[in-house]
C-alpha cells in the first residue's frame, strides 16, 4: 500500500480551514487539475456525504467518487476515493489544530493501485502533488478575508 503524506500551516481560524476543506466542490479553486467537483449527496456536509469529481491527468479526465466516512468538525474528515486507477483511504483526511493564530492542516492516506508495482510511484508522485495542492490551498485560503468576530 503506497502513503500518502503532508501538511501545512494556514494563517486562518480553525473552523474556516476545515469547513474550506471539507466542502470538496471548493478544490477547484486552489488544485489546478480538478476539473470540477460537485456534492452529490443532499444535505449540509458529514459523515455520508459524497462528491463527484473529476481530474485532468496526463491528458485525460479521471472521475473520482469521494465519500466522507469520518466527520468531527473541526478535527476529523476521514474519506475513501474511488478511482478506475486506484482507490484511496484518508483515515484522517484532515486534522486542523491551533497554534496561536495559525492552523495546521495535515493528509495522510494510503493509496492502492489497480498495479502493485507502481504503488512507490505512486507514493512519491501523489506526495509531490499533494505538496503542490496544499501550498496553492495556503495561499488562497490567506487571501481570503479574515471572518469578523
Known amino acids: 500500500m503506497a502513503q500518502i503524506e503532508g501538511e501545512i500551516l494556514i494563517d486562518q481560524p480553525v473552523d474556516v480551514v476545515f469547513d474550506y476543506v471539507a466542502d470538496q466542490s471548493n478544490e477547484p479553486h486552489y488544485n489546478p487539475h480538478m476539473i470540477r467537483a460537485e456534492k452529490i ?9 459524497q462528491f463527484r469529481s473529476a481530474v485532468a491527468s496526463m491528458g485525460r479526465t479521471a472521475e473520482m467518487l469521494i465519500e466522507y466516512t469520518g466527520y468531527d468538525r ?4 476521514a474519506s475513501t476515493i474511488t478511482m478506475a486507477q486506484a482507490d484511496f483511504s484518508y483515515p484522517a483526511d484532515v486534522r486542523a489544530r491551533c497554534r496561536g493564530h495559525a492552523d495546521e492542516v495535515g493528509r495522510a ?3 492502492q493501485g489497480r498495479l502493485p508495482a507502481a504503488r512507490p510511484v505512486i507514493s512519491w508522485l501523489g506526495t509531490r502533488q499533494e505538496r503542490r495542492i496544499w501550498a496553492s490551498m495556503k495561499q488562497h485560503l490567506e487571501a481570503a478575508p479574515q471572518p469578523s468576530a
Not at 449527496?41 to 456525504?49: A, D, F, L, R
Open 41 to 49: 449527496t443532499p444535505g449540509p456536509v458529514g459523515k455520508g456525504t
Open 74 to 77: 473541526p478535527t476529523l474528515l
Open 109 to 111: 492516506g494510503a493509496a
